[in-house]
């Protein structure tokens, strides 16, 4: 099967892996869309010699072969989760299902990035995941990334009436922005640095939105809030900088989540008096289960989050290097290949 993997630094190549062979319980799709994520393009900006997977994990498929005893059938259409929780660890009996030992012990092959995905048994009875017939492609795509912000937000017990801060305008501080506004918050605000996107953001995802550059942030926060500060702050920038923001726009008793994954190293100083006086909660997220990944498929379904808004560019797998140039000069927001 011919799949895109990181070639050089900056680059795509094209490679082929052959296709496994589909036991009784296994199923194969034929590949519809696959999202650029974030993690893609770090992947390509570093750039490998001898990839031993494909790019991409934010895939839809059609079935085109499915085991006997997979209870699949042929031409069903389906997400696939990017890993799986083993179901019967402390974690995942105790409702922290990616903190799982064995979360990458079974995967897709070979990534989202390729004509055909070969999704083994165990992934398909718990991580395969039917899309109804009302629901595109390209935004059925935004499952997994939909799904790890349904996770942020319900780690950070955002219930209605909150007011949620996100910092961060790309695509999951957005897509945040969405999920947190259909759990009932608001105010929901957006802090950003990028116009075009803040703009979409107060279109569509926000009732209030900062520009950074132009506007100190925290007394933005504070004027909409009663002066208090958010009750929930989303940090979606990977970097140090915005937990400390976020540290500095929640209100006494709120959540501060540290949602965007962070270089090896990160550190921030923190001051411990605040956190203890002021009773901060101080949290992170990481990652999706197959459950988040099903009530992202119904809020997407059900038009509770704006796809048509967050999916700004589609190209045909044959453009791939075209859509990774795009995504990685940060035009638009969601960049999803189709196939
Ligand atoms: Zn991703
Ligand atoms: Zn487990």
Redesign the pocket.
């Known amino acids: 099967m011919r799949c895109a993997a990181a070639g050089q630094p900056g680059k795509i190549q094209l490679i082929d892996f052959p296709d496994p062979q589909v036991g009784p319980r296994d199923v194969m799709l034929a590949t519809s869309a696959c999202g650029i ?1 974030a ?1 893609d393009l770090k992947s390509i900006a570093k750039g490998a010699e001898k990839p031993e997977y494909a790019l991409g ?2 895939v839809v498929g059609k079935v085109i072969e499915a085991g006997n005893q997979s209870r699949w059938t042929i031409g069903q259409r389906a997400v696939v989760a990017p890993y799986l929780p083993c179901g019967a660890c402390h974690y995942c009996l105790n409702g922290q299902p990616t903190l799982c030992k064995h979360l990458f012990d079974t995967c897709p092959f070979p990534g989202g990035m390729a004509e055909r995905v070969f999704v083994p048994g165990d992934l398909v009875k718990r991580g395969l995941i039917p899309v109804s017939d009302t629901l595109s492609d390209e935004y059925a795509a935004l499952a ?2 939909l799904g790890c912000v349904i996770k942020g937000i319900e780690d950070s017990q955002v219930e209605t009436g909150d007011s949620v801060l996100v910092i961060g305008d790309g695509p999951m501080g957005l897509m945040a922005a969405a999920v947190a506004r259909a759990y009932g918050a608001f105010p929901v605000m957006v802090a950003g640095m990028t116009p075009s996107r803040l703009e979409a953001a107060y279109q569509n995802f926000a009732d209030v939105v900062v520009d950074v550059t132009q506007v100190d942030l925290q007394a933005e926060v504070k004027k909409h809030t009663s002066g208090r500060g958010a009750d929930v702050v989303i940090a979606a920038v990977s970097a140090g900088e915005t937990l400390m923001t976020a540290i500095q726009c929640v209100r006494p008793g709120g959540t501060v989540n540290a949602f965007a994954g962070v270089p090896d190293g990160t550190t921030i100083p923190l001051d411990l008096r605040k956190l203890h006086y002021n009773q901060i909660h101080l949290t992170g997220s990481f990652g999706t289960a197959p459950e988040h990944m099903v009530k992202a498929l119904h809020l997407l379904d059900h038009k509770k989050v704006p796809a048509g808004a967050i999916v700004t560019a589609c190209y045909p797998f044959t453009q791939i290097q075209e859509a990774v140039d795009v995504a990685l000069q940060r035009q638009g927001l969601k960049i999803v290949v189709t196939f």
Do not use: I, L, Y
């Open positions: 994520c993690t994990h934010e997994e990334p």
